[in-house]
């Protein structure tokens, strides 16, 4: 089956969206969000994520221990926790939304214009998750940055740095986006609302018939009587 031209857009979009979600997935997982080297002992270094923190050991296992307490995290930390959590959300359910109102998927009985609004809400929620993925992201990089140049910490003192993760978060807000995007610009695309197949044609009511012209005469119609014999 050929493809249309609304189809390629959608089919690009939800791969996009799809790729953006496995990346802020991704990045939820992994740990290097911050990395700390001391050079007091080159042979260790510590990596921290919203979750744990980890100690890496040259050619040691990686010891790692979560956080205990939710309230003791620092202010950027928890709010990357909830806004990763609302990312992954609204990333999966703006793939399900677009994908019911894509056209690869077929059902006699939805019509176009419903699909329609699901690929515009798909792609707006899509779209939505760059905030969630991109704000966690950026607050742990602002406060490193604060913490790096503060004049108050001693310069003996190691501080920590950006992991590779952020620049990982950042690719999937973009790819979201994008994704986001093209499923919104793919909703605007393509034929008129059509009724539903197992649906007569459009029927007038007799209210709403047409009514013929008239050439401006005037014309008396009698009902005939039945007449008893």
Known sequence: MAWSFRGK??????????????????TTILPQWKTLNLEL???????????????????????C??????LSLSQELQVARILRVASHGLGLLGLLVSSFGSECFRFHRIRW??????????????ASALATTLLPVSSVA???????????????????????????????GIFLVLG????????????EDVPFPLMAGPTVPPSCAPVEESDGSFHIMLKPRNLVV
Not at 41 to 63: D, F, G, S
Not at 65 to 70: D, P, V
Not at 113 to 126: A, I
Not at 144 to 171: C, H, K, M, N, R
């Open 180 to 191: 986001g995007l093209l499923l919104v610009f793919s909703s605007y695309l393509g034929k």
């Open 41 to 63: 002992n080159e042979m260790q270094t510590w990596i921290m994520r919203t979750w744990e923190v980890c100690v890496v050991r040259e050619e040691v296992a990686t010891v």
């Open 113 to 126: 214009v419903f699909k329609r609004r699901l690929g515009l809400l798909g792609g707006t929620l899509e």
């Open 9 to 26: 857009v959608q089919l690009r979009g939800l791969l996009l969206s799809l790729l953006g979600w496995v990346c802020s997935y991704v």
């Open 65 to 70: 221990k979560a956080f205990e307490s939710f």
């Open 142 to 172: 602002h406060a490193t940055i604060q913490d790096f140049w503060d004049d108050s910490v001693p310069d003996i003192i190691p501080q920590w740095e950006f992991g590779g993760v952020l620049y990982l978060g950042g690719a999937a």
